[in-house]
Nanobody
Framework: QVQLAESGGGFVQAGGSLRLSCTASGDPSSMYAMGWFRQAPGKERDLVASISWSGDTTYYAASLKDRFTISRDNDKNTVFLQMNSLKPEDTATYYC??????????????????WGRGTQVTVSS
């Protein structure tokens, strides 16, 4: 059974940084995409960023790509999200997502894939 263990969320002042981590276990798929969605109270879940197995292909929400960076370490089955210059509007629960088996360059993840339980990020003004 696939399990995703997220960490790194917390409370930070505006302008600060956080680094989220997510480690996957329980799935022998040879290649898979990973990434992050987020959901703020009363809002829909939005795709934040995702990364292909190779690490060469990434996707970012247009409004975030200048401040957020996604990366992965396949030896540790872990994906990271470095978040800089955080704003109060970044406050949300951040969910790690892992795709099913895919090719090395696919960055695509969706609500139909494997999800973690979420980690809270709160940015104060």
């Amino acid at each position: 059974q696939v399990q995703l263990a997220e960490s790194g969320g917390g409370f930070v002042q505006a302008g600060g940084s956080l680094r989220l981590s997510c480690t996957a276990s329980g799935d022998p798929s040879s290649m898979y995409a990973m990434g992050w969605f987020r959901q703020a109270p009363g809002k829909e879940r939005d795709l934040v960023a995702s990364i292909s197995w190779s690490g060469d292909t990434t996707y970012y929400a247009a409004s975030l790509k200048d401040r957020f960076t996604i990366s992965r370490d396949n030896d540790k089955n872990t994906v990271f999200l470095q978040m800089n210059s955080l704003k109060p509007e970044d406050t949300a629960t951040y969910y790690c997502v892992k795709s099913g088996p895919t090719d090395a360059e696919s960055w695509y993840i969706s609500e139909h894939d494997y999800w973690g339980r979420g980690t809270q990020v709160t940015v104060s003004s």
